[in-house]
C-alpha cells in the first residue's frame, strides 16, 4: 500500500508538472500580449506609448528568452510562487486562494445533488425497468448527458428572470456565516453543474445496479425470502455502487475545473471565473496556476478513488 | 420479478425532490412588489439624435443643485457595475470608463461637465476662472476649506487644498509616462503657485487652447493630494469628491462611502456606491432586471432590443438612447497590400449603404457622417456630407455601387480576379456588426469583392493591430472624451498618432492639425475643420461607418440622474443622486 501511495503521487506530480509545461508551451503560441491587453482597449481607439508597453512587459519579465521564463517559473512553482497576475497585479496565489471557498462550495454541493439525485434515480430507474419512471429517469439521464452546463445554466437564468424576476444574490455569503444565503445563491448554479453529473450517475447506477440483480446470490437472496428493500439496499446497491464511486470520485475533481462556464453564467467570483477571465487577458501566472491547481486536484482525486476502491472492494488489492 | 415491487419510500422519492426544489424556489422568490401607487412617466425610446451644443458653454458660477421635483431622500446604497475588473485605480493611465464610473466619485476637478445640462462647464473645484487677452494664462480661484478624505496611513489624507495639489494632479495630466491623456493638453507649457495666495493656480500655455478648460474638466483631471506621489494612484483612491473610498475586491464590486464632511454641504445623498464586476454584458443585463442593480453602466450599454424588451417587461424602467461621442470606422493597412491603392478605397466608401448600417446594425437609432459628430456644428453641411457618404434615402446607392466595380475594374479586379481582402474583426457582438455588415455589402459588387472575416478574441486582436500584421480592420472604433474637434482627429489621424494604425501620414493635414489646437475663433476653426473632414474624405485612410447611440436605464426609485454626457467619463460622481426607498418597487 505504501508502495503503491509513494508511486502514485510520484507519478501525479510529474503528470502536474506535464500540465504546467504544456500550458507554459501554448500560452506562449497563442497570439496575445498581456501587457497590451493590460494597459489598453485599443477596441475604442485607445493607444499606448511604447515606453509605458515596454515597462510593462519588463515588470511581468516577459523581455526575458522563453526558456528563462519557464525555468524561473519552474522553480518559483516549487515553493509555490505563482507570480503576479498581468491585470491588476495581485498575488496569483493569494487571489486564487481568495476565489477557491466559492468554487469548492459548488463543488461540494453539485456533488451532494449528484448523489442524493443520480442515484435514488438510478435505483429506481433499475427496480422499475421498462416502466414509464424508468423512462422518465433515463429521459432525465440522457439530457444531463446531452446539455452541456453552460445551456443549463443559461436555462437556469432564463426561467428565474422570466418567471420569478429574481436571480441568485450577487454578494458571496460563505456557508459557515449563513448558511441559508448560501444556498440560496449557489443552488442554482451547482445545479447547473450537477445536472450532467446526475446524468452520468444514473446511468451508472442503473446499469450496475441491473447487472448485479441478475447475479446468482442476489436470486439465492430472494429464494431465502428476504425483503426487497434488505436485497437492494444491502446485497445489490453495495456491490453495484462500486464502479459508481469511481465515477463519482472523477466527477468531483472535474467539477473543480469544470466551473469555468457556469461561474462566468451567474457572474460568481470563483477560481473558474478567474481562469475563464485570465485565458481572455493572456494572464499567463494566472493560467499557468489555475490549470496546475486542477491537474492537482484531479491527480488527487484519482488517488483517492484508487484507495477508496480497494479499502470498499477487498477483492482489490493495491501492489 | 419480485425486486420491481416499489415500496412506498421509493415511490415518494421524485415527489418529495420536486416539491422540495419547489419549496426552495419559492422561498428565493421576492416577495410580489405591490402595484405602484403612482404611474411613473412614460419614457419614449428617442428614435433620432438630438442636437448637442458644438461647443461647451463655460458657466463662471457656483453650480445650483437641480431642485427635484420631489424631495431628496437621504440613505440607501446604490448598485450599479462598470463591466470588467480594475488593472488598477490609476483613472489618467487607465482611462477607461469602467476605471472612471468607479474611482469618478471620490475625486473632483477644477471644473466639471453638469450633470443636468449637455455641454455645460460649471465650476468644481475652482470658483471661478480669468482668461488673459492673449489666451495664454488661465487662473484659477480655488474653494478655500476642501478637504481630502481622511483615509488611515494614505499620504495627504485629510489635508486641505491648495495650489500645490493641483500643480501636483495636473502635472502628471500632462506628463506621458504617467497619463495616457496627456496629449490633451500639450499647450500647458506650466503651471504655477504662489505661497502667499495658496487658493490661486496660474496655468500658462505655450499657444491658445479653445478646449483647455474642457480638457481640465473631464474626468480623469481629478485632484490628488500633492503629498501623493504619482505612482500610488494605482492602488490608492483619494480625492475630495462626495464619495470615500472604501476598497475593491477582484472579480466582486469596489464600495466607496458617502464623505460626511463633502465640500458641498447637503450632498452626496446616498450612503454608498457598490460598483459590481461583470465581465459580461448580457450577464449584468439580466441583473438590472433582476432589480440586482439600481443602474446599468456606460460600459456595458443597452441596446436599443434591449430597450423595447425593458419597455414591454418593465415599463417602469427609465431608458435613454442619447447619440454618443463613439463611431464605428474600417480601415486597412496603407503601407502594403490592396489598401494602398486609392482606387480600392474609394471603391470600399463607395459601395457600404450608411444609412442601411444605421436601420441594422444600430436598430434604427444613432447617425453616420464622416469623422465629426453629425448632430454638430463640426460637422460638414448635410448637403455637402452626403456627396461623400451617401443620402439618407439610400436612393444614390445603385449609383455609388456602379462607381465602385468601375473603379475596382480600372485597379485591375474582375469576376475572375476578385480582390480578396481579409479582415480582422474582434468577436464581441458590437464588433462583429460592422465587418459583417461590409461583408455582406461587398457581396452586392456581383463576386468584384471577397472579404474573408478573421473572428480574434481581445488579445489576439490588440496584438495583430499593435503588429501593423493585418491587411484590414474591420473593427476600428473610437470614443472622444468631449465635443471638442482637435479630439476626434488627434489620435488617429496626425502623423505620429498612438492610435494611427492605418500609417496616414499627410504634411498638409498635420499642419491643419496643428493650426487646430491653437485657432480660438469659432468661425475660423469651423472652416479648418470642415477642410480637414473633406481632406479626410478625400485621401480615405480610412472609412466612417457610423455614429452609435446607446442606451442607459435605471429604475424609477434612482432620482436626479439625467444622461447628459454624450462621453461617458465626465458624469459620474453621483452626488446630486437619489435613492426613493418608498417606491414600491424598491427592492429591500
Redesign the interface.
Known sequence: MRAFLIRRLLLGILTVYGVATLTFILMRI?????A??????????????K??LEAKRRELGLDKPLAQQYITWLANSIRFNFGKSS????DVVD?YLR?LPLSLNMAILAFIMTV??GI?LG??SA???D?P?DY?ARIIAISGLSMPSFWVAILI?VV??RV?????????VPFWENPLRN??QL?FPSFAVAFGFIGVVTRMTRSSLLEV?REDY?RTA?SKGLR??T??LRHALRNALLPVITVLGLQFGFAIGGLVVVE????L?GAG??LF?AT???DYNVIQASLFAIALFVTLANLLVDVLYAWLNPRVRLE | MHYRKARPWLRLFPLTALLGALALLMACRPAAAPTPTRAPAATPIPTAPAPIEATPVIRIATPTPTPAAERPQYGGIFRTHAGDDLVHFDQMIQTTVRTQQRVGPSYNRLMRFSFFEVGVIEPDLAERFEVSRDGLTYTFYLRPGVKFHEIPGVPGSGTDLDCPDVKHSLDKYRNPDYSKRAGDVTAISSIECNPAEPLKVVIKLKAPDAAIVAKLSAGWAGIIPSELPWERMQDTVIGTGPYIWQGYTKGQKSVSKKNPNYWRKGLPYMDEIHNFVFPREEVAFAAFRAKQLDMNSYMQYIYPSEAKILKEQHPEVIVSLPPRLWWHYVYGNLKSGPWSDIRVRQAFNLFIDRPKAVEILGEGVGDYGAWQPPWTKWSLPRSELETFVGKKDSSDMPARRERAIKLLQEAGYSTSKPLKMVVDALNTRESMLTPTYMQDEAKKLGGLVELTLNPLDRAAWNDRLEKRAFEMQGSGSAVAPLIEPSLFYGNYFPCNAPANYMGYCDPEFDKMFTQLLSELDEAKRQQLVWQMERKLLTDLPAIPVRWVAEGMAWWPWVKNFKDVDPAYYNNVTMEEVWLDRTHPGYPR
Open positions: 497563442v497570439p496575445g500580449d498581456p497590451l491587453i493590460a494597459l489598453a482597449d485599443p477596441s475604442r481607439g485607445e493607444a499606448v506609448p515606453a509605458q491585470w491588476g497585479g495581485g487571489e476565489r442524493l439525485v435514488p435505483i429506481l427496480i422499475k425497468q416502466t419512471l422518465i437564468i428565474l428572470l420569478f424576476s429574481w436571480l441568485p444574490s450577487l454578494d458571496y444556498l440560496t443552488f440483480l442476489i430472494w426487497e428493500r436485497i437492494i462566468a453564467a451567474f457572474n467570483p471565473r478567474f477571465e481572455l487577458r493572456r
